[in-house]
């Protein structure tokens, strides 16, 4: 969603401020803009398009001010242009809003009966009209917003600046993120962290109706009832990576290529090589519903094991990819621990009114940490009294902090709006932590774990093999850009892969694609089938293979154009296959996670052979902050 990023301190903030919004690029926008004290007045710049647009307009601008804002821009409120960019402007007061006000049409209403100029679409512009309107009377833009917070119903995070307060930033939020860095003498206020990082590593994060009056020196940070709050800044580990895409065409491509490391560092920490053991440790399980800090000092820490053992029933809850991933859990969970696991989108789960028995435990998976249907899942959960555990990207994001327990991804920055190494290493971890909950539960023996830990040690070194194949898809894509649709089909653990291949196509070559269990075909879709519909099968050598094999048998008699993804040496696909991709002799649970490579770079060449954007695809979001 929108990007927001608020300086004040001693730097260029035209710098600051467009090197921050290029931080913040992978949320997904369509214009841009910034406000600047120059002379006294918030000189503003607003441009459609990407970042580069706004880029030209201001290279030849200079501002003497210290303070500023920026913006980028994902449409909600009004056509993607000029007049509804951000930041918005209403009497000296200038703001820069990430959600969406839901009362819009009432603010709407009662500021054109009191004469006001409204001059875009958005719901945005009516906050600066309500603060402004407020400061004409208090003259203190915090006692402003004070007034005016209460009044806004939805998700929404909103930094404010005043040309008659230069020395200060006002920042309040309910909903999407707001994360406030203190340097010595500047400030950094952003949307996440990756703007602030390489400014400071001191950072508060603001929860749900609290404001922060922000200058150089200082951060303070106040309730609703404007008493002050305590609060000490984290330190946080998160490193600066610079957004280069290191001879990569693109951010996608890189990322593609990072995943064999992503994936080792997702499940080094729970790894004994020696041993060929799997030690999960503190997962920093809490008995209270209690804020990140004292979750961060260990506070009421319950033994992970003793948790574990008396879960009964787990519910895995994310959206888009991170479903999918939450669906091979369900694989892994049952076949290993035995225990019931239901995997729902987050989207539906609160609405449908769920049950959630005692001793469940109840998982969240989210690259950000801030998707918002998942937030609104996991505080349910909260509700509920059952343990919940993260599986995140970004330590300290909100789901982390609202979260008893936690397993971080390791992915590092990932740029490209499609995931992919934070997928993957989503997919690892999940086998970690099937496994470990299946040892506690004395459904996997010694030989088994010693087995599956050997197949996760040479996870990575396996993925790289699979990279290889990279010129194949570069070459493949052309002829395969001309198909009218795509079948992508697998059965047990690899049928959550096809789905998670026919999104990534959707994505990224717009085309048409569908995910489907191979025993389904016969129930509709094989109608599909002729010689213009590609056949994507995920059929590593298991115990569902035979199964799959026979499906495909149909689909060519029917003329359907098959491209195999299946273990090495299988002459029987080679026979039925267009084209065939081969990988590494592995363990079941493992070839879910190998047969990711391959669907990520089909994906992205055809994408890239039609000339699609493929890092920032039309239409998408990389962190979806409001419902």
Not at 256 to 265: D, G, K
Request: with cysteine; charged share 25%.
């Amino acid at each position: 969603m929108c990007g927001i990023i608020g300086y004040q301190g001693e730097r260029n903030p035209k710098e600051v401020i467009i090197n921050g919004l290029k931080c913040l690029e992978y949320r997904g926008y369509d214009s841009a803009g910034i406000a600047i004290l120059n002379d006294g007045k918030l000189k503003r710049v607003r441009a459609e398009g990407k970042l580069e647009n706004l880029n030209k307009k201001i290279e030849n601008i200079d501002f003497n001010g210290h303070l500023g804002i920026g913006h980028t821009r994902w449409a909600t409120h009004g056509a993607p242009s000029e007049m509804n960019a951000h930041p918005h402007y209403v009497d000296g007061v200038s703001l820069v809003h990430n959600g969406i006000i839901e009362n819009y049409m009432d603010l709407r209403d009662e500021l054109l009966s009191c004469g006001a100029k409204i001059t875009s679409e958005t719901d945005s512009e009516l906050v600066a009209h309500l603060v402004a309107r407020e400061f004409q009377i208090s003259k203190d833009l915090l006692k402003s917003v004070q007034k005016v917070l209460p009044r806004l119903e939805g998700a929404f995070s909103i930094v404010v600046a005043s040309e008659d307060q230069p020395d200060r930033l006002v920042a309040f939020k309910n909903g999407p993120p707001l994360v406030i860095g203190q340097g010595d003498g500047e400030t950094v206020v952003a949307s996440d962290i990756q703007p602030i990082v390489a400014y400071t590593k001191k950072v508060f994060y603001l929860e749900d109706f609290e404001i922060a009056e922000v200058t150089r020196e200082k951060v303070e940070i106040y309730n609703l009832k404007g008493e002050k709050i305590d609060r000490m800044p984290l330190e946080v580990s998160w490193s600066s990576e610079k957004a280069e895409k290191h001879g990569f065409p693109h951010f996608m491509l890189k990322e593609i290529f990072e995943q064999p490391a992503a994936v080792q560092r997702a499940i080094a920490e729970y790894l004994d090589i020696e041993k060929k053991e799997i030690q999960l440790g503190d997962l920093g399980f809490s008995d209270t519903f209690d804020q990140y800090i004292a979750k961060a000092n260990k506070k009421n820490a319950i033994e992970t094991d003793e948790i574990l053992k008396n879960v009964e029933r787990v519910f895995i809850v994310a959206c888009g990819t991170s479903y999918y991933a939450g669906l091979v859990g369900e694989y892994l969970i049952e076949k290993w621990a035995r225990v019931p696991v239901e995997v729902e989108f987050a989207s539906e789960f609160r609405y449908r009114h769920p049950v959630l028995p005692k001793n469940s435990l109840f998982i969240t998976i989210s690259q950000s940490g801030e998707t918002a249907d998942t937030l609104a899942a996991l505080r349910l959960a909260n509700e509920s009294d059952v343990t919940s555990l993260s599986i995140c990207n970004v330590p300290g994001s909100t789901i982390d902090r609202e979260s008893t327990g936690h397993i971080y991804m390791s992915a590092g920055v990932e740029v490209g709006v499609a995931s992919t190494k934070a997928f993957t290493s989503t997919l690892a971890l999940l086998n970690i932590f099937g496994l470990y909950l299946g040892k506690l539960k004395g459904e996997v023996d010694r030989d088994e774990e010693v087995r599956l830990v050997e197949g996760l040690i040479h996870l990575p070194s396996q993925m790289e093999q699979v990279l290889s194949y990279d010129k194949f898809f570069s070459q493949a894509a052309e002829t395969l850009k001309n198909f009218k649709g795509f079948l992508y089909i697998g059965r047990g653990v690899n049928f959550p892969i096809a789905l998670e291949g026919a999104l990534k196509l959707k994505e990224l070559a717009y085309m048409h694609a569908e995910g489907y269990a191979a025993g389904e075909m016969k129930h509709g879709p094989i109608a599909l089938i002729d010689n213009r519909m590609a056949i994507v099968v995920v059929a590593p050598d298991d115990d569902l293979y035979e199964k799959t094999v026979s499906n495909l048998e149909e689909v060519r008699a029917r003329g359907g154009q098959i491209i195999s993804i299946g273990t090495e040496g299988n002459k029987k696909l080679k026979e039925l296959s267009l084209h065939l991709l081969s990988l590494p002799k592995s363990e079941w649970s493992i070839n879910a996670i190998l047969s990711v490579v391959p669907v990520q770079l089909l994906a992205y060449y055809v994408a890239n052979a039609l000339g699609h954007d493929v890092d920032q695809p039309r239409n998408l979001a990389k962190s979806v902050t409001v419902e």
